[in-house]
T-cell receptor, first 112, second 114 residues
Framework: ELKVEQNPLFLSMQEGKNYTIYCNYS?????LYWYRQDPGKSLESLFV?????AVKQEGRLMASLDTKARLSTLHITAAVHDLSATYFC????????????FGKGTRLHILP | KAGVTQTPRYLIKTRGQQVTLSCSPI?????VSWYQQTPGQGLQFLFE???????NKGNFPGRFSGRQFSNSRSEMNVSTLELGDSALYLC?????????????FGPGTRLTVL
């Protein structure tokens, strides 16, 4: 069974702290996406990771992909309240019609 | 540049009816993907269209169908609605196939089936 597991599912942290969200997946893939969703809103694409070792950074967020370990991380540096949201990873399953499998999301709450 | 638009934004239907949702991509974008979000199943991929051709379809029954027009606008149709079809339906557009290009999402259509 294909699985995409994010942990933690809920995270409450103080402003200024660093933390990492993990995304493990159970099948071969070398493409992974990260999205952000604010409450009651649509999705926003954050990162597209296209190969093993890919690392992308945008502001206080940095995402990486290790295809051998089947693991992606989303690292938050010096968190600020505006980063409070739910973050989803999604794995692109090659050669399968169902294509993209999402994790359950990590609800991040940053305390001012 | 206008963003992705979806119509209608909210919809209430009853079981057994059918519904058509519309998505207008960003100008120049040729790929449109559809997603379903529910509290129980989370986010699920429905299908992707590129240049009027369906490239992929998720694990959904045949009641879910879609199409893309020559101007890249896309519609999805759900026939014989069931209570479980109540969801937020999101569409996203990208300049090329979604596996290589950043996606831009519309605000979503919230469908309630009574």
């Amino acid at each position: 069974e294909l699985k995409v597991e994010q942990n933690p599912l809920f995270l409450s942290m103080q402003e200024g702290k660093n933390y990492t969200i993990y995304c493990n997946y159970s099948t071969t893939s070398d493409r992974l996406y990260w999205y952000r969703q604010d409450p009651g809103k649509s999705l926003e694409s954050l990162f597209v990771l296209l190969s093993n070792g890919a690392v992308k950074q945008e502001g206080r967020l940095m995402a990486s992909l290790d295809t051998k370990a089947r693991l992606s991380t989303l690292h938050i540096t010096a968190a600020v309240h505006d980063l409070s949201a739910t973050y989803f990873c999604a794995v692109d399953i090659m050669n399968r019609d169902d294509k993209i499998i999402f994790g359950k999301g990590t609800r991040l709450h940053i305390l001012p | 540049k206008a963003g992705v638009t979806q119509t209608p934004r909210y919809l209430i239907k009853t079981r057994g009816q059918q519904v058509t949702l519309s998505c207008s991509p960003i100008s120049g974008h040729r790929s449109v993907s559809w997603y379903q979000q529910t509290p129980g199943q989370g986010l699920q991929f429905l299908f992707e269209y590129f240049s009027e051709t369906q490239r992929n379809k998720g694990n959904f029954p045949g009641r879910f169908s879609g199409r893309q027009f020559s101007n890249s606008r896309s519609e999805m149709n759900v026939s014989t609605l069931e209570l479980g079809d109540s969801a937020l339906y999101l569409c996203a557009s990208s300049s090329g196939p979604l596996e290589y290009n950043e996606q831009f999402f519309g605000p979503g259509t919230r469908l309630t089936v009574l």
